[in-house]
């Protein structure tokens, strides 16, 4: 059974919503577990590679098997089926940069802010990144999405995020520079997808080469020297299986790929739109498995963040149908001419 292009973007962006809303709910409730943040990092780059890196492998010796002799496509390490340069490019902010920016923003500032400032800002952040990389233009429609998307994640953490900065000795500020970063590098990452049209499973395996080539040889010299913190030693094996089988198999290798897949189908800044949603759906999350109370502010973000996606994508789409007649006129009208 094969499904539409427009229909593998739509499962792709549920499951990816689904990964990230799952992700900011988990982290809510171990964020003051056994691990530290750079060893969570750590687990979730090992998890990631046991699967991807032997199917990089199989993936680069299938293209070197199928091309002509001597020009076997760009791979590196016989691992990433992308070349040095660009395996190196997507890792950095997408898999090194984003995990242990974010993992160590919760060291800092509780995962409530997570939610605010790591999807939710990706929309502006990704936009900021488009028309940067890409020259991308934000056009009116994109702009009111936006703006409502913005305001809607202000009433989801603006009261809680004034609060936290204004008391004394408090280093929550650490954090969120740390999450606003993190999504940063996501937007980049996103923006990257699109300009280099990548594959969605070639990139994630990229990203998980390069990290577990640098990060893991990286860390344990220096867990072993002395030089960073670590509680792998002390910690419950059950706590590291999970976090090696959520963190890496989950958020890398699943929500990778279908992040990617909707990146190629709706583009990176609508793509985003798309996963604004997530703050008002872990804060909702949070409510329902950890207890937490559930404010009108919530409820009147979500609304906000909701109607800014729809608007934005929607109308977007729309504009989209008006004018396909047009190009295709002009284009029949071009070949008349031709002809």
Wanted: with cysteine; hydrophobic share 55%.
């Amino acid at each position: 059974m094969r499904f539409s292009p427009k229909t593998v973007g739509v499962l792709a962006a549920i499951v990816t919503v689904a990964i990230w809303t799952s992700f900011i709910v988990i982290a809510r409730a171990t964020a003051h577990r056994s691990l530290t943040p750079l060893d969570i990092s750590l687990l979730r780059f090992i998890g990631a590679a046991l699967v991807l890196l032997p199917w990089g492998a199989w993936l680069v010796w299938r293209r070197a098997r199928d091309s002509r002799p001597g020009r076997a496509p760009p791979s590196w390490l016989g691992l990433s089926p992308l070349g040095f340069r660009l395996t190196a490019l997507i890792g950095l902010v997408g898999g090194v940069g984003y995990a242990c920016l974010a993992y160590s923003g919760f060291y800092f500032a509780p995962a409530a802010h997570a939610s605010v400032l790591l999807p939710g800002t990706l929309p502006l952040s990704t936009t900021l990144m488009a028309v940067l990389i890409l020259k991308d233009r934000v056009t009116r429609v994109r702009a009111i999405g936006l703006g409502l998307i913005f305001l809607g994640d202000v009433m989801v953490g603006g009261a809680s995020l004034l609060q936290a900065w204004t008391q004394a000795g408090s280093q929550v500020w650490k954090g969120d520079l740390l999450f606003l970063c993190a999504s940063t590098c996501w937007a980049v990452y996103s923006v990257l997808v699109r300009k280099h049209a990548l594959q969605a499973v070639s990139a994630t395996i990229a990203i998980s080469v390069f990290a577990f080539v640098t990060y893991v040889p990286v860390y344990s010299l220096l867990a072993y020297s002395g030089v960073i913190a670590t509680r792998l030693a002390s910690a419950p094996w059950s706590e590291i299986v999970f976090q090696m089988v959520f963190q890496g198999v989950g958020s890398v290798v699943i929500s990778g790929i279908t992040f990617t897949k909707m990146v190629q189908s709706f583009g990176p800044v609508r793509s985003t739109m798309i996963t604004a949603v997530v703050p008002g759906l872990s804060a909702l999350g949070a409510v329902i498995f950890l207890g937490e109370p559930l404010y009108w502010n919530l409820l009147a973000g979500l609304a906000l963040v909701t109607l800014g996606i729809v608007f934005g994508v929607r109308m977007q789409a729309q504009r989209v149908a008006a004018i396909a007649p047009d190009l295709i006129a002009g284009d029949a009208d071009s070949t008349r001419a031709k002809a």
